[in-house]
């Protein structure tokens, strides 16, 4: 597979790992009523994620999108996606409580920061190190939302 079909595959299975964010946070949700509002504002945010990262496509085609090679690989973002499903299945049986779903929330998170998850591209142009910076800093805002409530549950379990 040449370098432009590659990048194009690993930025539409970023924005589908952005996406199934939102389906695992919209499925807390659903399982915890009281919570929803907060997951659900979770889960628009990471559709727009996904909307940001496509739209990083144009770049590629006009060539103005650059990669770095060392980091560009598809098999991590894959092993990801893998992670979500699971996550999305368990999700969905009985058991989860809120502590555990938040738990999950966190290890995204901080994954994806830890991981650098959003360095496999070089940001040349400033709109690209401008989508690039954004999806940090909303990164960074969830994980300070997720851990804020973590620990919100965490001490009403402690009552």
Do not use: C
């Not at 399982?31 to 990262?53: M, N, R």
């Not at 998170?109 to 690209?128: C, H, K, N, T, W």
């Not at 999806?135 to 620990?151: F, M, P, Q």
């Amino acid at each position: 597979m040449d370098l432009k079909a590659n990048v194009s595959e690993v930025i539409e299975a970023m924005a589908r790992n952005e996406e199934a964010v939102a389906r695992l946070y919209q499925a807390y949700g659903d399982k915890f009523p009281p919570q929803k509002a907060f997951w659900s504002s979770l889960a628009a945010d990471e559709t727009s994620h996904a909307g940001w990262i496509r739209s990083l496509q144009a770049k590629m085609r006009d060539g103005s999108l650059t990669v770095n090679r060392d980091r560009f690989k598809i098999q991590p973002v894959r092993g990801f996606s893998a992670y979500l499903e699971r996550e999305l299945a368990s999700a969905r049986e009985p058991g989860m409580s809120p502590i555990n779903s938040l738990s999950v929330a966190l290890y995204i998170e901080e994954s994806m920061i830890e991981q650098r998850y959003f360095e496999v591209f070089a940001p040349d142009g400033p709109e690209l190190k401008r989508v690039l910076s954004d999806l940090l800093s909303a990164t960074r805002s969830h994980l300070d939302k997720v851990r804020d409530e973590w620990g919100k549950q965490r001490a009403s379990m402690s009552r």
